[in-house]
């Protein structure tokens, strides 16, 4: 089951390795879901990866107890995110949802896609077997905003997308992958 784990932003990737050389046991993961994104450096476009959900590490554990009690080793703000006062597990389509998005090493591949009337057709990457809600589409960044179900609460999450073309109207309301 995976759990959720509030870190100072910033410190996610330094406090994830901690916990990896010094607590972590076998069968438990933990990690940082990533996001490609193309960005302009030096005037050239560049792929790069930045967090998906800034603040947080994900702890994939059967026995959170045990891993809260050990995490009392690493000293930095950690704290396992909570329903009222018990420790829970995102729910199985959250889980679902995610590891969709983050295929292969918990990284969110860059997408390429384009826009028809008012359906967003991704073509290649992260988003191509995706549905869900666009806040926003950021086309001079190569941004897309979409709003992704986490501990109940709806959380928005930025990832890199390119439109390669657009036919029709501007407005966007859903993703559906080709074919679909």
């Known amino acids: 089951m995976w759990y959720v784990m509030q870190v100072y932003t910033g410190t996610e990737t330094e406090i994830c390795e901690k916990c990896r ?3 972590m046991e076998e069968g438990e993961d933990i990690f940082v879901p990533l996001a490609e ?3 302009k450096v030096r005037g050239e476009r560049t792929l790069v990866t930045s967090r998906l959900f800034p603040g947080y590490i994900f702890v994939e554990t059967k026995e959170i107890e045990a891993f809260h009690a050990r995490l009392r ?3 930095a703000m950690t704290k396992i995110l909570r329903i009222g006062d018990r420790i829970v597990p995102i729910r199985p389509e959250e889980e679902e949802r995610i590891r969709c998005l983050c295929r292969e090493g918990h990284v969110a591949r860059y997408s390429e896609g384009y826009i028809k009337g008012d359906t967003l057709i991704i073509t290649e990457g992260a988003l191509k077997d995706f549905s869900g809600k666009v806040k ?3 086309r001079h960044k190569r941004l897309i905003v979409l709003e992704v179900p986490l501990l109940g609460q ?3 999450v930025t990832l890199g997308l390119g439109i ?3 036919e029709g109207t ?3 309301r859903e993703i559906r992958a080709e074919g679909a």
């Open 136 to 138: 926003k589409i950021l």
């Open 37 to 39: 994104r193309m960005t």
């Open 170 to 172: 501007e407005e966007v």
């Open 164 to 166: 390669v073309a657009r």
């Open 73 to 75: 080793q690493i000293k």
């Open 154 to 156: 709806m959380v928005e």
């Open 21 to 23: 050389n010094r607590i």
